[in-house]
């Protein structure tokens, strides 16, 4: 079954330097993956998406994920973190059943400290 | 931009009350689905609906729980007798393309006391 795994728990992060978010999946075949984010008591907001082609995609907010398949990772990365970034992340896979149902994994809280 | 609308944002009940959560998904938009996050814990799948019937469901979704599509603009999830521990973060997202580009709804807080 699918799985995906986000080990860090929680991150803090000065302002103004770069951010690197950890996913790693398991998954039989390509995967579709995906990034959200969730500031708190709000929805979940897609933040970017991998399908195919180019394994470095852009996504909102100045975000950006590159797919390593010999690694199953799909880690987040952001140059430069602003304050409103603190939020909880989340990756997510989709299923092998029809590309409808999303993994997500456990969540990395990114703190952001002045 | 289109959103998905979920009412109420916060419902309290008491255990064992039946609750019915809301959701008016995107309007052209073809899938449907319902999503948990039990607090401190990862977003959960609970159910797809296409086609006016369920397409999957998780082994949460057991025979307490039901999902509607009254008309053509409502989503609702009911819960027949509510447990402490179905208090949990409940989204209702929904999709013109599977789950390629999913919107989410900002969510139902449900307390059950």
């Known amino acids: 079954a699918q799985s995906v795994t986000q080990p860090d728990i929680h991150i803090t992060v000065s302002e103004g330097a770069s951010l690197e978010l950890r996913c790693n999946y398991s998954?039989?075949?390509?995967?579709?993956l995906f990034w959200y984010v969730q500031s708190p008591g709000q929805g979940l907001q897609l933040l970017l998406k991998?399908?195919?082609?180019?394994?470095l995609v852009q996504g909102i907010k100045g975000f950006e994920a590159e797919f390593k398949r010999s690694q199953s990772s799909f880690n987040l990365r952001k140059p430069s973190v602003h304050w409103s970034d603190a939020a909880e992340y989340f990756c997510a896979v989709d299923s092998d059943t029809g590309f409808q149902k999303l993994v997500f994994g456990t969540g990395t809280r990114l703190l952001v400290s002045p | 931009e289109p959103e998905v609308t979920q009412t109420p944002s916060h419902q309290v009940t008491q255990m064992g009350q039946e609750v019915i959560l809301r959701c008016v998904p995107i309007s052209n938009h073809l899938y449907f689905y319902w999503y948990r996050q039990i607090l401190g814990q990862k977003v959960e799948f609970l159910v797809s609906?296409?086609?006016?019937?369920?397409?999957?469901k998780s082994e949460i979704f057991d025979d307490q729980f039901s999902v509607e599509r009254p008309d053509g603009s409502n989503f609702t999830l009911k819960i027949r007798s509510t447990k402490l521990e179905d208090s949990a973060m409940y989204f209702c997202?929904?999709?013109?393309?599977?789950?390629?580009?999913?919107?989410f709804g900002s969510g139902t807080r449900l307390t059950v006391v």
């Open positions: 609906f296409y086609n006016n019937e369920i397409s999957e």
């Open positions: 991998y399908f195919s082609g180019d394994t």
């Open positions: 997202a929904s999709s013109s393309t599977g789950s390629y580009g999913y919107t």
């Open positions: 998954y039989g075949a390509t995967p579709y």
